[in-house]
C-alpha cells in the first residue's frame, strides 16, 4: 500500500497532470482574465457609444472644476486630442485588449501550455510598473498589486517548468 502511494507522488511529480481540475491556480487566473476581458469590450462598447462630444465635454469639465490650464498640461492635450477618430481607434485598442484576455482566460480554463505562456509574459510586463509604483506611492494597495502580480507570474511559471519536466 505504501510504496503505491510513492509511485502516485512519483508519478505525480514527474508527469504533467492534463486534468485541468488538478490546477486550480489556473483556474483562478482564467476568472480573472475573464472578468478583465469582459471589463474591458464593455468599455470599448461604451467608448463607441458614448462618442467624442460628451467625451470632450467632461474632459472640459475636469479641467474646469481642477481649475487646471485649459492651454498647456495634459488634460488639454488630450481635450484636442478627442475626435470620432481617435475615440474609435482606443475603443478598438481597448477591445483587442478585452478580446486577448477573453483568449487567455479560455486558454487557462482549457489547461493549455500556450495560455500559461502568454499570461506569463503578460503579468511580468507589469512588474517594472508595479515596483516603480510601490516607490513612488508606498502603501499597501500598491503592495498587494505587486504582490498579485508576482503570484501570478509564479504560478503560471510554475506551470510551465512542470509542463517540460
Not at 483568449?103 to 503579468?123: N, T, V
Request: hydrophobic share 55%; glycine share 6%.
Amino acid at each position: 500500500m505504501r510504496e503505491s502511494a510513492q509511485r502516485v507522488d512519483a508519478e505525480r511529480t514527474t508527469h504533467y497532470v492534463q486534468d485541468p481540475r488538478a490546477h486550480p491556480g489556473l483556474r483562478a487566473i482564467a476568472v480573472i482574465e475573464a472578468i478583465k476581458g469582459l471589463l474591458a469590450l464593455s468599455a470599448a462598447s461604451g467608448l463607441e457609444l458614448i462618442g467624442p462630444i460628451p467625451l470632450k465635454r467632461w474632459v472640459h469639465e475636469l479641467i474646469s472644476r481642477f481649475q487646471l490650464d485649459t492651454d498647456h498640461g495634459a488634460m488639454a492635450w488630450l481635450a484636442s486630442a478627442i475626435n470620432p477618430h481617435s475615440v474609435h481607434l482606443a475603443a478598438l485598442a481597448v477591445a483587442a485588449y478585452g478580446v486577448l484576455h477573453l483568449i487567455e482566460a479560455w486558454g487557462l480554463w482549457r489547461d493549455k501550455a500556450w495560455a500559461s505562456l502568454l499570461g506569463c509574459l503578460a503579468a511580468a510586463i507589469y512588474l517594472p510598473f508595479d515596483i516603480y509604483a510601490l516607490i513612488r506611492h508606498p502603501g499597501w494597495i500598491s503592495v498587494a498589486v505587486l504582490a498579485i502580480n508576482v503570484i501570478v507570474v509564479w504560478v503560471l511559471a510554475r506551470d510551465l517548468v512542470k509542463r517540460r519536466k
